[in-house]
């Protein structure tokens, strides 16, 4: 007698997505392949409800944690009492730093060192009910290896952003001590994130390559579109950098501002408008886009004090070629427009300093022009 055939599961209404990244998935084989479908569901929908990323707000968060990291979120998760249970399945009763955590006064250094050994095992979902986002944005920071609790980060829209803070200053190298970039360089990179604004009546939203391991590519929410005409995903934004602020008036994109974190500071690797035409927006700036953009990006790196620096136009037309080659090749004035607009003398601001180089591009760095200031003499023969 044949099988009979299986039903189409109906589609579900999905609960929102940061409410089922917050639970404990299933254990058993089919409510998992359930959960896992509510959840594939449910970051269809954050997009939707995100078209053009995440607002600042919804990433706020303090990442200002003081002293040795784990001995901290130790003492912490001693407090549930499954701390303790966790250590006593890994490493057994009978382990040499078992008195560390079945004495009557825990030894926290102990404990400390532990959790750093085997953060990686902890699951986002349970850490968060304990620990700040900092906390636990922290604690991966600094984990020695990979693991689950990376696979959940991966897929937190809020985690995915902390975590290519570091990440992008690893794909844009450029020399620093230690195998990891210090944590409070990440802290400065998320206040520069936090600092910017654009001007009135703009809003402003964080973008980033698609995936984990992207250093540039298309938007994780901005990258691709719905055509009207044949309902298929089309390609839409490009983004230069691993991160970008996107620029938005009532809900229609303007302007992307590609950025890369690294321990030199940040690079711009594009200021790049969203239309061609029709930008009557611009009118409403106070000096042309290209800089004034600059500017913003500017003070908002000063605010952190990081270094800003803007990448060549040369450089940028060269990397172009390697990486949009049929582009390039269909127009002949792009490369030298690309060179034209980055290349472009600035009025407030200033190039300084040796070039950068990172990777293939090249890099200025960029500070504001001192104003100048008349002599006395002059001064005097004016009045």
């Known amino acids: 007698m044949p099988a009979k055939a299986k039903t189409a599961k109906a589609d579900i209404v999905p609960r929102p997505l940061l409410e089922l990244l917050g639970m404990r998935p299933p254990e058993d084989w089919s409510e998992k392949r359930e959960f896992e479908y509510e959840m594939h569901l449910a970051w ?12 600042q707000a919804d990433v706020n968060f303090d990442l200002n944690v003081q002293g040795d990291v784990y001995e901290t979120l130790a003492r912490k998760l001693w407090a549930t009492g499954k701390f303790a249970a966790h250590l006593n399945a890994h490493y057994g009763e009978s382990h040499q730093s078992a008195p560390a955590w079945r004495g009557e006064s825990p030894d926290y250094t102990v404990l400390g060192e532990l959790l750093h050994a085997r953060f990686h095992d902890f699951r986002l ?8 986002p900092g906390e636990v944005a922290r604690g991966d920071h600094e984990a020695f290896h990979s693991g689950a609790i990376d696979d959940d980060i991966y897929n937190h829209p809020h985690f995915i952003y902390l975590h290519k803070l570091a990440h992008s200053a690893w794909h844009w190298m450029t020399p620093y001590k230690g195998h990891k970039i210090p944590w409070e360089r990440v802290v400065q990179f998320h206040k520069f994130f936090m600092s910017f604004d654009f001007a009135p009546g703009f809003d402003v939203t964080i973008d980033h390559s698609h995936s984990w391991v ?5 938007g994780e929410y901005t990258g691709w579109k719905t055509d009207p005409v044949s309902g298929k995903s089309v390609p839409n934004t490009w983004l230069d950098g691993e991160l970008a602020f996107i620029i938005s008036q009532n809900g229609v994109h303007l302007l992307t501002l590609g950025v890369c974190t690294t ?4 690079l711009v690797n594009q200021i790049q408008l969203k239309q061609k035409k029709g930008n009557r927006w611009l009118f409403k700036l106070a000096k042309p886009h290209f800089e004034f953009a600059l500017e913003r990006l500017l003070i908002a790196a000063d605010t952190a004090n990081l270094p800003l620096f803007l990448v060549t136009g040369e450089s940028h037309a060269e990397e172009l070629g390697r990486v949009h080659k049929e582009a390039v090749e269909s127009d002949p004035e792009l490369a030298p427009r690309i060179v034209r607009i980055y290349n472009q003398p600035l009025k407030g601001l200033k190039r300084v300093g040796k070039k950068l180089t990172v990777s293939t591009l090249a890099y200025h760095q960029v500070s504001r022009r001192k104003a100048r200031v008349r002599s006395i003499r002059t001064a005097v023969a004016a009045t």
Request: net charge positive; charged share 15%; aromatic share 6%.
């Open 44 to 55: 269809q929908q954050f997009k939707l409800e995100h078209p053009l990323g995440l607002p």
């Open 125 to 132: 979902h349970w850490l968060l009910r304990h620990l700040t």
């Open 214 to 218: 992207n250093k540039r590519g298309s």
């Open 263 to 266: 321990a030199a500071g940040i």
